[in-house]
C-alpha cells in the first residue's frame, strides 16, 4: 500500500515537473544568440550603441575642444629675426598627440569627430521623432477612416513628395534663421511623408483584425482603437522607420554641411569632408576622418534597423 503511494507521488511530482513553465534565458544568453544569428546587426548596434557613447560623452572624450588650435615648434627659428619661435600644427597626420592629425587651421580632428557625432545623432533623433510622430499620425487616422480624408489625405503627401528633397531643404534654408532646431525640423518634415506611408499601409491590414473588430463591436471609441488596439500592432515597422531613417537623416545633415548651408557649430562630419577635400593629395586626414565617421555610422543605423526587422517581423521571423 505504501509503495503504491509512493509510486502515485513520484509520478504527480513528475507530471508537475514536466507542466512546469521552462526557465527564462538570461541576457547574456539571449545577447550572444543575436550575435550568431545577426552578426551583421549586432556589429550595427555596436556602431550606433559607440556613436551615442561618443555623443554623450563629447566634453569628456574629445581630449581637446573642437576650436582650439594647436603650436608645435618652428624649426626655422633664429633668434632676432621675424619669425616666431612656434608655428601652427596645420594638416599633421596621425599621431599621439593628434590620433586623426589636424586640419588646415591646426585644429585636431579627433575631437571634431567626436563633437560631431553629438552633433549628427541629435538632428537625427529630432528628426525622426518629429517624423514619427507626425507621420505614424497621420497615417493612422488616414487608414482608419479612410473615403475621402483618406484620399484627401494622400494626395496632400503625393504633392508634398512630388518636390525633391534637397529642393524642399534649400527652400528651409532660404526663408528661415537656419539652426539645429530648424535644420532638424525640415529633414524630419521630408521624411513625414514615407513613414506616414508605410504607417498607413501597416494600419490598413491591422484594423481588421478580430480583436480590433471585437473592440469595435462593444462599442470603443475610435480614438481607443487607434491608440489601444492598432497602434501597438504597427510598432515594429515604427521602430524600423526610425532606426534606418536616422541613418538618411545623418547623410541628409553632411550633404548640406558639405555644401555650406548648414550651422557652423558644433562642427559637421559634412564640413570636415568639404574642408579637407581641398587637400585630398597631400594631407587626406581630416577628409577621410570626416568621411569615416559618415560611413560608419550610415551603415551602422542601416544593419540595426535590418536586425530590427528580421527580429520584429513575424513574416519574417517564421520562415
Not at 497602434?231 to 554641411?257: D, H, K, Q, R, W
Request: charged share 15%; with cysteine; glycine share 8%.
Amino acid at each position: 500500500m505504501l509503495a503504491g503511494q509512493e509510486r502515485a507521488g513520484v509520478e504527480v511530482l513528475a507530471a508537475a515537473e514536466e507542466l512546469a513553465l521552462p526557465r527564462q534565458p538570461g541576457w547574456l544568453f539571449l545577447v550572444g544568440r543575436f550575435i550568431r544569428r545577426k552578426p551583421l546587426g549586432a556589429f550595427g548596434l555596436a556602431v550606433v550603441l559607440l556613436m551615442a557613447v561618443a555623443a554623450a560623452g563629447a566634453p569628456w572624450l574629445s581630449r581637446y575642444d573642437a576650436e582650439e588650435f594647436f603650436r608645435v615648434a618652428n624649426p626655422n627659428y633664429l633668434p632676432g629675426s621675424l619669425e616666431s619661435a612656434e608655428k601652427l600644427d596645420s594638416r599633421s597626420g596621425p599621431s599621439w598627440r593628434h590620433w586623426f592629425g589636424t586640419d588646415q587651421l591646426s585644429r585636431d580632428n579627433y575631437a571634431r569627430v567626436v563633437w560631431g557625432a553629438r552633433r549628427s545623432l541629435g538632428v537625427g533623433l529630432g528628426a525622426m521623432l518629429f517624423a514619427i510622430i507626425f507621420g505614424t499620425t497621420i497615417g493612422i487616422v488616414s487608414a482608419y477612416y479612410r473615403g475621402w480624408l483618406d484620399m484627401f489625405v494622400q494626395r496632400i503627401m503625393d504633392s508634398i513628395q512630388a518636390f525633391p528633397a534637397m529642393f524642399i531643404l534649400l527652400l528651409l534654408v532660404s526663408l528661415t534663421q537656419l539652426n539645429l532646431v530648424t535644420l532638424s525640423l525640415g529633414l524630419g518634415f521630408v521624411v513625414i511623408t514615407s513613414a506616414q506611408r508605410i504607417v498607413r499601409s501597416a494600419v490598413l491590414s491591422a484594423r481588421e483584425d478580430p480583436h480590433v473588430e471585437a473592440a469595435r463591436a462593444i462599442g470603443c471609441s475610435p480614438i481607443r482603437l487607434m491608440t489601444v488596439h492598432i497602434l501597438p500592432n504597427v510598432a515594429a515597422p515604427i521602430i524600423v522607420i526610425f532606426s534606418i531613417g536616422i541613418a538618411s537623416v545623418i547623410l541628409a545633415e553632411a550633404a548640406l554641411a558639405f555644401l555650406g548651408l548648414a550651422p557652423i557649430e558644433p562642427p559637421s562630419w559634412g564640413m570636415m569632408l568639404d574642408e579637407g577635400r581641398r587637400y585630398m593629395t597631400s594631407q587626406p586626414s581630416t577628409m577621410l576622418a570626416g568621411g569615416a565617421a559618415i560611413t560608419l555610422a550610415v551603415m551602422g543605423f542601416n544593419l540595426a534597423g535590418d536586425a530590427l526587422r528580421d527580429i520584429l517581423d513575424p513574416r519574417i521571423r517564421l520562415t
